[in-house]
């Protein structure tokens, strides 16, 4: 299971497209929030965040009314009751109240950030700053085609977002990550206790140790015949016995890794000889045996690495093989499951022994745990703060309705 932070935090830096854009820098402050200066990429930054925000609130109401229609003109639309291009404003200085709000707290409570990371940031944003190409779903795509300029930095800074400001974006996150950590993490008076974490874990989480045997060839192709995917069958049931005989989950593991790597170079070796110009061996068998024998696989070096824990709620194992797995009992035995297309090897364990999963993943446990409230927390903090910002800015020259980001491109 993969768990981050930036799921629960609203502070993401939008990339927004459009084809057309007038030109504006970002040299400029909109003003100050509790006299902290508030440059104008930061804002705008923000903006496309409210903005995304907006959108997808219009579109979960619609989709609760049963429309499905795309949204032609976002600021024709009402949010809560507000009007669009207002609510934006009311999100985007709400947004820039909680960056604020993190910059103080984290001076107030005496952190740093870690050097390495933020020169990793520096770097990441330089390198996006200096691309000229995107990535999109596997294809690459000329920042040119879509933008119309060069690098997504000249497009960036043609929106009035400069690399200073992204780069703030990314380390005031990080100063977000590290706060939350350090109030519910290290704050003896907020600190949530590793018995909250234990319960919340239990009610929501299963540790297990798996091995899937599915009924394939070497090519990964399903088999047909009974007796070939009997043996599968069997094997599974062998990894089973083994271990419920006393032995190492590890070694076990091992076994099944290598026959894993042995069918891939077998595979391998033999669409080898399908390229143009291949030479033939004299013994085909003798040959598929030799890549058998050269493929190796790696042994685990402990238990905890290859422990799964997944989400009693949602997760990636079928409905069938999910429902095995809650009722197996957590007694250190391995227990054999089959299914139309694989058998399995499964030991249920107790989520909670798992320490260095739980320490990998302390971050996204807490913010399941304490993130709303967390969010109120920033809230409070900023609810007093003097708001001065230059309102020709916001009402004129970045006004929602007229940001060219949120503009229809130009066909």
């Not at 976002?74 to 109240?97: C, M, P, R, Y």
């Not at 950030?113 to 770097?123: F, P, Q, T, Y």
């Not at 192709?221 to 590890?250: F, H």
Request: hydrophobic fraction near 35%; include cysteine.
């Amino acid at each position: 299971m993969a768990l981050t932070f930036r799921k629960y935090a609203a502070l993401t830096t939008a990339l927004v497209c459009a084809a057309s854009m007038t030109g504006c820098a970002d040299n400029g402050y909109m003003g100050t929030i509790d006299g902290f200066q508030l440059r104008n990429g930061i804002y705008l930054s923000l903006m496309t965040t409210a903005h995304t925000n907006g959108t997808n609130n219009i579109y979960d109401v619609k989709k609760e009314a049963g429309d499905t229609s795309e949204i032609t003109d976002v600021f024709s639309e009402t949010i809560d009751g507000v009007n669009a291009e207002q609510w934006i404003k009311d999100e985007t200085l709400k947004l820039s109240k909680r960056y604020v709000a993190i910059e103080r707290l984290f001076e107030k409570e005496g952190l740093t950030l870690d050097a390495d990371k933020v020169s990793a940031i520096n770097a990441e944003m330089k390198e996006t700053w200096d691309s000229e190409s995107l990535n999109y779903y596997g294809f690459t795509i000329p920042v040119d085609s879509v933008y119309g300029y060069p690098t997504l930095g000249e497009y960036y800074e043609s929106i009035g977002i400069g690399l200073d400001s992204l780069k703030d974006m990314e380390l005031n996150t990080l100063k977000e990550e590290a706060l939350f950590l350090e109030v519910y993490g290290n704050n003896e008076e907020t600190k949530v206790s590793d018995a909250d974490i234990d319960a919340y874990l239990l009610e929501n989480y299963m540790g297990v140790k798996y091995i899937e045997v599915p009924y394939d060839d070497y090519f990964g192709i399903n088999l047909t015949d009974d007796a070939e995917i009997q043996a599968l069958k069997d094997t599974a049931k062998s990894y089973v016995d083994r271990y419920n005989n006393g032995e190492s989950y590890i070694d076990i593991y091992y076994d099944h890794a290598l026959m894993l790597a042995q069918n891939k170079a077998m595979a391998e070796a033999e669409e080898a000889l399908e390229e143009d110009g291949a030479e033939q061996p004299a013994d085909f068998d003798a040959y598929i045996e030799e890549a058998k024998k050269g493929a190796t696989a790696e042994k685990a070096e402990s238990l905890e690495e290859l422990q799964d824990v997944v989400s009693l709620e949602s997760n990636s194992l079928s409905t069938e093989l999910n429902d095995f797995i809650k009722k197996t009992p957590v007694d250190g035995k391995a227990y054999y499951y089959e299914s139309e297309l694989s058998s399995y090897l499964i030991i249920r364990d107790n989520v909670i022994t798992n320490s260095k999963w739980k320490e990998d993943n302390k971050l996204s446990i807490l913010s399941e745990l304490k993130y709303d409230e967390f969010y109120e927390y920033l809230a409070a903090a900023s609810e007093s703060y003097t708001v001065e910002l230059d309102s020709y800015l916001v009402d004129t020259k970045y006004a929602p309705h007229s940001y060219k980001p949120f503009l229809p491109a130009e066909k």
